[in-house]
């Protein structure tokens, strides 16, 4: 991540895993941690078992490439062990490592990046080698494993909550009604500027969501709504919000060119020197009827404007009253694949976990759009327009979010 962030390179942490190993396996076998006493009938020492006994730097790689969950299986193994994997410095390792690969992120799950931001008591040290009165109230700030496991998409998916048995029935029950069909307002630099038209491949892609309803007219460049059919089972509405008509947005994408967005209205700067916005009035009609919004943000290297996307979608969020539980969802969206694309849901050697993305990570897309300050609940989704990866996962949020009862969630 960008910015004041500390980077951690491996040697920092192998060295605090091996300052720990070496006061662990003591000659006297003492420890500073009560829960990490020898157990009786050692004659007051701790005997290293076989895997204790390899070079530290053999710990670390093996670490790396196990899942978080297998790291905390491996920390139920034994008292050192469960010391180890509850090193600070290892799962603030992992994050730094990690976040850029992962595909989604959302209200509940966005990291404090903030704790990427606080200095180190001592890179030599982790917080058990220290007195246990030093750490009491760094603990909570520190908490780099409860980052990790919660905002992890593994992680999430593993401890999501079993679905009640008589959910199913309910779901059977309401499959018999016909419910409303919701409708979304979509709009979004990402509309535009991209080399492919994310609007178009939805229109043309039946086996990812077929149509179901095409609009009969457009005013002010607002379509009145093209239908779609979720998983064959679910309608729902996209609305879309262009900033202006077509000739004027291929003209500015070919030349590389500004255009004026007649969507919002630009009223100034707040006393932070940031812009302020409001929509247009056709604009704030759509944002009164719809039951959620999708923006479409460009994921492109260095491409998107922070104040003004902040501000634009702020406007659009709060033109409406009790909008405040209508959900966002961003659509973190690039052109076509990534060269060599890396999946974010295998395992990787750390040489290929560090190699730079050719677009902007979700975490990052949060940060820059402000998402954590929104009230409303939000979801950042790695979508490509080519192919519309991703997509159908941050659908199938926002249905949920709308009070869509879907099989199997």
């Not at 070496?22 to 076998?29: E, P, Q, T």
């Not at 070079?55 to 008292?79: E, K, N, Q, W, Y």
């Not at 246990?132 to 760094?138: F, Q, V």
């Not at 694949?337 to 990787?348: D, G, H, M, V, Y």
């Amino acid at each position: 991540m960008a910015g004041k962030t500390q980077e951690l390179n491996e040697s920092v942490v192998i060295r605090s895993l091996r300052r720990f190993r070496d006061r662990y396996f003591s000659n006297s076998g003492k420890v500073h941690k009560d829960n990490l006493t020898p157990a009786e009938g050692t004659g007051g020492e701790t005997q290293p078992g076989f895997l204790d006994i390899l070079p530290v730097d053999i710990h670390f790689l093996i670490m790396t490439f196990l899942s978080p969950a297998d790291i905390c299986c491996l920390g139920a193994t034994s008292r050192y062990w469960r010391a180890v994997v509850r090193d600070p410095l290892l799962w603030r390792y992992f994050l730094l490592r990690d976040m850029p690969y992962w595909p989604s992120i959302d209200h509940v799950s966005m990291p404090q990046l903030e704790l990427l931001d606080v200095p180190l008591v001592n890179e030599d040290e982790s917080l058990d080698d220290r007195e246990e009165g030093d750490d009491k109230g760094m603990e909570s700030k520190v908490d780099y494993m409860s980052e990790y496991l919660k905002g992890c998409p593994s992680c999430r998916q593993q401890w999501l909550p079993s679905r009640p048995a008589y959910e199913v029935v309910t779901s059977f029950l309401q499959s018999l009604v016909s419910p409303s069909e919701p409708r979304y307002a979509m709009f979004g630099p990402g509309m535009e500027q991209l080399d492919v038209s994310l609007v178009t491949r939805l229109m043309y892609a039946p086996d990812v969501l077929p149509v179901t309803g095409t609009p009969q007219r457009q005013i002010n460049g607002i379509g009145s709504g093209i239908s779609y059919m979720f998983n064959n089972q679910h309608k729902f509405n996209i609305l879309t919000l262009y900033s202006t008509n077509r000739a004027e947005r291929e003209r500015a994408r070919t030349q590389q060119q500004s255009i004026n967005n007649k969507l919002f209205t630009f009223e100034g700067t707040n006393d932070s020197g940031l812009p302020i916005y409001s929509p247009a009035p056709q604009v704030q009609q759509v944002c009164q009827v719809v039951d959620g919004f999708i923006y479409v943000a460009n994921a492109e290297p260095e491409k998107g404007e922070r104040e003004s996307e902040v501000a634009q979608i702020r406007a659009v969020m709060s033109c409406a009253e009790g909008s405040a539980s209508r959900p966002l969802l961003v659509l973190s969206c690039v052109s076509r694949e990534e060269p060599e694309a890396i999946s974010a849901t295998s395992l990787q050697s750390s040489n290929s976990r560090n190699r730079t993305r050719w677009r902007t990570p979700c975490v990052a897309m949060a940060k820059r759009l402000g998402l954590p300050q929104l009230a409303n609940p939000w979801m950042v989704q790695d979508t490509v327009a080519e192919s519309l990866s991703g997509l159908l996962d941050g659908i199938s949020w926002l249905l949920r979010c709308s009070g869509v009862k879907l099989h199997g969630s």
